[in-house]
């Protein structure tokens, strides 16, 4: 009786490349929530990269794999892992002023992802045109300041319109900033998405 030496391939290469590709972006954004700033209009919101790594992660992984990398990030912080903006982690963030903004990140990625690449498949980042580009990172932004301003009027007991005053209006500059931030690194030759 002879057996057979062949390799067997469990999961394939893009599988693979999929998720390291997600993993990376988790780990990107949970290396540089530590690093915070406090916006002096809104000081119990901080300013992060964390929102930088959605719409990156929307732009090159596409909408699937962009909120799976989003829905890994939120895992590890609900597991403990000090990956929050500050350091911090667990539930207790997730349910707090601020953690509407962290449950948006997954959809805001996989939103980035759904207007830029439709639903063609994936378009290099290079090749998306930059109005879609910008059309999507303004999508991106709605859907995370949606959720933080609804998850920030509950956990604080105040209407929607208070709760957009205090944590959406004031981040509009700096969202802004990220929005050309991103446009540049995509334009840029140094993302190339493989």
């Given at each position: 009786m002879?057996t057979?030496?062949d ?13 390291a590709?997600?993993v ?7 290396a ?6 406090v916006h ?25 794999w962009a ?5 890994l ?13 500050g ?12 953690g ?16 830029a690449h ?6 290099p980042?290079?090749?998306i ?40 209006v ?8 990220k929005?050309?931030a ?6 840029s ?6």
């Amino acid at each position: 009786m002879s057996t057979s030496t062949d390799s067997v391939e469990l999961v394939g290469d893009e599988a693979t490349s999929n998720v390291a590709r997600a993993v990376l972006f988790a780990a990107a954004t949970s290396a540089t929530a530590p690093v915070d700033m406090v916006h002096p209009l809104a000081p119990n919101v901080p300013i992060t990269l964390q929102t930088l790594w959605v719409y990156l992660a929307g732009i090159v992984l596409g909408p699937l794999w962009a909120g799976v990398a989003f829905t890994l990030y939120l895992l590890a912080g609900l597991i403990g892992l000090p990956v929050f903006a500050g350091g911090n982690a667990g539930l207790g963030v997730i349910l707090g002023p601020t953690g509407g903004f962290l449950i948006g990140f997954p959809l805001a990625a996989m939103s980035i992802g759904a207007v830029a690449h439709g639903t063609d498949g994936l378009t290099p980042p290079s090749e998306i045109p930059v109005p879609r580009l910008v059309g999507a990172l303004l999508a991106g932004t709605a859907v995370v300041y949606a959720a933080g301003a609804v998850g920030y009027s509950l956990v604080q007991a105040i209407g929607l319109v208070a709760a957009v005053s205090a944590v959406v209006v004031p981040f509009l500059p700096v969202a802004g900033l990220k929005v050309a931030a991103t446009v540049a690194i995509v334009r840029s030759d140094a993302l190339v998405a493989r």
